[in-house]
């Protein structure tokens, strides 16, 4: 019985790696791809701090970042993750949130609050092309200037590869991770279309948020299990409650 995942790549794999480290067999499922959009810096544009949300939007622009002035501002990230990436990608200074983007606004707010950088200066926000929440014009609404450039975008999959839907077939799956609404609403799609959605919605579905985890229930999951707070930690420690749970057949 192994533990689907169905973050995009290559987070999945590190997923994937933590999960067997504590035991579980894994199969992967991406069901978002990562494509970088075109980026330019404007070099007339004055920033005092960039903030992102997920490291895909650093990813997406590491080729521009060899020597780039971006390098010398601070750098407000969303977990340790995106954090690391920026740190890899040359950020010298580096804040980390610990939660979602919400948290990250809440760390600008303190950020300016404490000095760390002048909220008369724009910042530059590295984001992808779909948003889960209008973090730039709740920074806005605090009297921050924010510049959003997206850098990338995510495409649904448009179906689960062969070897995935045999294993929901054969009952060789036991749960299923979800780490977005997005990534869950194409898994959806992509298991309706594969002819597994019966199979795939009546195992426990883990998700990293309660926005995730109402995309499942309103497609008619009947386990659904929500971390207690949205960061992969938590999300492991809610897998391991599904399965303790689940009925025994």
Request: proline share 5%; net charge negative; glycine share 6%.
């Amino acid at each position: 019985m192994a533990v689907l995942v169905t973050r995009p790549s290559p987070d999945d794999e590190t997923t994937a790696e933590a999960l067997r480290a504590r035991g579980f067999d894994v199969l992967r499922a991406p069901m978002l791809r990562f494509e970088p959009v075109p980026f330019q810096d404007d070099a007339d544009a004055s920033y005092g701090a960039i903030i992102v949300t997920s490291a895909n939007a650093l990813r997406a622009i590491a080729s521009h970042l060899a020597d780039s002035r971006l390098l010398t501002l601070p750098l407000f990230a969303v977990g340790e993750n995106t954090a690391a990436t920026a740190r890899e990608a040359g950020f010298a200074e580096v804040i980390a949130s610990k939660g979602d983007a919400g948290a990250l606004r809440d760390l600008v707010l303190a950020g300016a609050k404490s000095k760390q950088l002048k909220k008369s200066s724009p910042i530059l926000y590295l984001a992808g092309a779909d948003l889960a929440r209008d973090l730039a014009g709740e920074l806005g609404e605090k009297g921050f200037t924010v510049v959003t450039q997206t850098t990338y975008r995510m495409v649904p999959a448009p179906s689960l590869a062969r070897e995935i839907c045999d294993a929901f077939v054969a009952d060789e799956v036991e749960a299923v991770l979800h780490y977005s609404r997005r990534s869950a609403r194409a898994f959806l799609e992509a298991a309706r279309s594969g002819g597994v959605e019966i199979s795939a919605l009546a195992l426990p579905q883990c998700c990293i948020s309660a926005a995730v985890a109402a995309v499942l229930r309103d497609a008619g999951a009947s386990q659904v299990t929500q971390a207690a707070s949205p960061d992969e930690n938590a999300l492991f420690e809610a897998l391991a409650r599904a399965l303790q749970s689940r009925p025994k057949s």
